[in-house]
């Protein structure tokens, strides 16, 4: 089945600095990569998405890239904020529908 | 629009009770899919339903189940609860396929 991995588990950083979040995904059918920020008891918020027709997609602070050909896609926030520190999941789809495969999440600190 | 709402926010059963949530998608989406999330497994996939129908399901027995109304509402039974089935409970709805959009989740505890 689908297996999403993702690296790293918790990741600190400087306010200012850059902060990289890795996944890996094993089905090549996959054509849709969502990444997800879940701040403390509140619902995961999808903030930047990226389909397999592209390489990379920006939005102000964020960015996805996607390696078709290794199966990996990362999510890069630059000038990082205090208001950024939540966990961050990546996801994959899993057959047809919206069936999601999910990382195990990466807890972001970003410390003043 | 208004967001995906879930009911009810929070909930405490009893092992061997019975449990429904219930969510109500974005105006527009057909699709509501339901997740499980705990920490130590983490989110993980349920069902999605579509126009009323059981269009992915998950690795969960069957004493999880769901289903959708015409109004694209959706609800998810469990039934004979365990001690393992503590776990927020997310419902997600999408237009079509892909973009999903989670709901604030029901927090289930069962004691």
């Not at chain 1, 200012?16 to 990444?35: E, L, Q, R």
């Not at chain 1, 999808?46 to 997609?57: M, Q, W």
């Not at chain 1, 950024?84 to 410390?111: H, I, M, R, W």
């Not at chain 2, 998950?58 to 039934?79: A, D, I, K, L, T």
Request: proline fraction near 4%; hydrophobic fraction near 30%; aromatic fraction near 10%.
């Amino acid at each position: 089945g689908e297996n999403v991995e993702q690296h790293p588990s918790t990741l600190s950083v400087q306010e200012g600095d850059s902060a990289v979040i890795k996944c890996t995904y094993s089905d090549s059918a996959s054509n849709y990569f969502p990444w997800y920020k879940q701040e403390l008891g509140k619902r995961p918020q999808l903030i930047i998405d990226i389909r397999s027709n592209v390489g990379e997609k920006k939005d102000q602070r964020i960015a996805v890239t996607l390696n078709k050909t290794a199966k990996h896609f990362s999510l890069h926030i630059t000038e990082t904020q205090p208001e950024d520190s939540a966990v961050y999941f990546c996801a994959a789809p899993k057959g047809g529908g919206n069936k999601l495969t999910f990382g195990t999440g990466t807890q972001l600190k970003v410390e003043l | 629009k208004a967001g995906v709402t879930q009911t009810p926010r929070y909930l405490i059963k009893t092992r061997g009770q019975q449990v429904t949530l219930s969510c109500s998608p974005i105006s527009g989406h057909r699709s509501v899919s339901w997740y499980q999330q705990t920490p130590g497994q983490g989110l993980q996939f349920l069902f999605e339903y579509f126009s009323e129908t059981q269009r992915n399901k998950g690795n969960f027995p069957g004493r999880f189940s769901g289903r959708q109304f015409s109004n694209s509402r959706s609800e998810m039974n469990v039934s004979t609860l365990e001690l393992g089935d503590s776990a927020l409970y997310l419902c997600a709805s999408s237009l079509g396929v892909h973009e999903q959009f989670f709901g604030p989740g029901t927090r289930l505890t069962v004691l």
